[in-house]
Structures are given as structure tokens and as C-alpha cells.
T-cell receptor, first 110, second 117 residues
Framework: RKEVEQDPGPFNVPEGATVAFNCTYSNSASQSFFWYRQDCRKEPKLLMSVYSSGNEDGRFTAQLNRASQYISLLIRDSKLSDSATYLC???????????FGGGTRLMVKP | DTGVSQDPRHKITKRGQNVTFRCDPISEHNRLYWYRQTLGQGPEFLTY????????KSRLLSDRFSAERPKGSFSTLEIQRTEQGDSAMYLC???????????????FGPGTRLLVL
């Protein structure tokens, strides 16, 4: 079983739709959590950190449930430019080595 | 450009050849990470340095792989006797690690895409 699991998708949604991605992680000692975005043939870039209380950044909302070891990302009012792969990322140690999920591919269509 | 840079961006080699990649982190960053990403997968951790010290190596880093960061600035990743299974994107990331903080953003370089024929 992978340490961080995501539905690979693709999620095909129309512009303006709301879409949610989920992620589960297996290491209960995980300390910090992130969503990264990766465009085709590019490097991953931090989208947002995920905090226990949940956090929002514009159209993006991230939630963390430590008891269920579950992380979510909600995108409201999808834009064409949101089309990318979204990587769920967990940091479980003092070395800050990141453990990535396999990514969920989102395609927003006109 | 003050971000993480990697060189070369692309490398095609024949099986059995040695290759070396370079990463230049953001200048004040003290930690440098190497990851490998294959098609359709997320990046996987390979190794990291705190200044010039290599502190952790993944089991993915076989004996054919070696990484260095001799002066605590740039780093090199060498793969000896390349195999077709080494074909992947090799990503470098850096952070400024401060004591007691594990929420720092890792900044990734553009990656080196390796194809072993």
C-alpha cells in the first residue's frame, strides 16, 4: 500500500464547476501536509499548506482530518487554468523529506 | 533568476553510460533534496543534504547512484552504468531549514529529464 494515496482521475469538469480531491495517508506520525500543483512536464509548485483547522486561499479550500488520516482539496469556480495534476504531499519526519501521492489529474473544459 | 536551477534539462544516454546532473539551490538555502519522478507517478525522495552533509538516503538510491554537495552550495547526482529503468525526471528542491520548523516550502527546480536507450 502506498504511503499517500490519491485517485489518479482524470476529473473532467466544465468551467465554473466545483471539484473536490481526496487523499489518504498511512503514517499517523505525519506532521505537515501540503497540496502541490504540477503542470505537464513542469516541476511541482506549492499550492497551499494544509492546517488542522482547515484553510482557504481564494477559490481553494484544504481540509485535514488527522483521525481519519484524510486530506481534501476543494476548488470552486474552476478555471481553464486550473487544469493540472494536483499532488497530495505529506511530511512525516524532521528531515522534511516529502512523500507524494501519485497525483490527481484535473481537466477543466470550456 | 534566483530560483533553483538544474543542468542539463534533458539528457539522452545509452545503457551502461554514466551521467551527472547538477543542481544549484536558492543561495541561502541550507537543505537540498533530490527526488525522482517517473511518468504518471508523484516524485519519490532519493536523498538530502544539510549544508555539505548527506543526512538521508532512500532505498531507491542503489549503489550506482551517488550524490555530493561538496561546499554546501550546488549538488551533483551521478548515475553509473545507467539502465533503462533509470529513465525519469530528476528533481532538485531546496529549503532554508530553521530549527523547530517543518512547514518550510520546498522550492523545486525544473528537473533533468533522463532517457536511457
Amino acid at each position: 500500500r502506498k504511503e499517500v494515496e490519491q485517485d489518479p482521475g482524470p476529473f473532467n469538469v466544465p468551467e465554473g464547476a466545483t471539484v473536490a480531491f481526496n487523499c489518504t495517508y498511512s503514517n499517523s506520525a505525519s506532521q505537515s501536509f501540503f497540496w502541490y500543483r504540477q503542470d505537464c512536464r513542469k516541476e511541482p509548485k506549492l499550492l497551499m499548506s494544509v492546517y488542522s483547522s482547515g484553510n482557504e486561499d481564494g477559490r481553494f479550500t484544504a481540509q485535514l482530518n488527522r483521525a481519519s488520516q484524510y486530506i481534501s482539496l476543494l476548488i470552486r469556480d474552476s478555471k481553464l487554468s486550473d487544469s493540472a495534476t494536483y499532488l497530495c504531499v505529506v511530511n512525516a519526519n524532521a528531515g522534511n523529506m516529502l512523500t507524494f501521492g501519485g497525483g490527481t489529474r484535473l481537466m477543466v473544459k470550456p | 533568476d534566483t530560483g533553483v536551477s538544474q543542468d542539463p534539462r534533458h539528457k539522452i544516454t545509452k545503457r551502461g553510460q554514466n551521467v551527472t546532473f547538477r543542481c544549484d539551490p536558492i543561495s541561502e538555502h541550507n537543505r537540498l533534496y533530490w527526488y525522482r519522478q517517473t511518468l504518471g507517478q508523484g516524485p519519490e525522495f532519493l536523498t538530502y543534504f544539510q549544508n555539505e552533509a548527506q543526512l538521508e538516503k532512500s532505498r531507491l538510491l542503489s549503489d550506482r547512484f551517488s550524490a555530493e554537495r561538496p561546499k554546501g552550495s550546488f549538488s551533483t547526482l551521478e548515475i553509473q552504468r545507467t539502465e533503462q529503468g533509470d529513465s525519469a525526471m530528476y528533481l532538485c528542491a531546496s529549503i532554508l531549514r530553521l530549527a523547530g520548523n517543518n512547514q518550510e516550502t520546498q522550492y523545486f527546480g525544473p528537473g533533468t529529464r533522463l532517457l536511457v536507450l
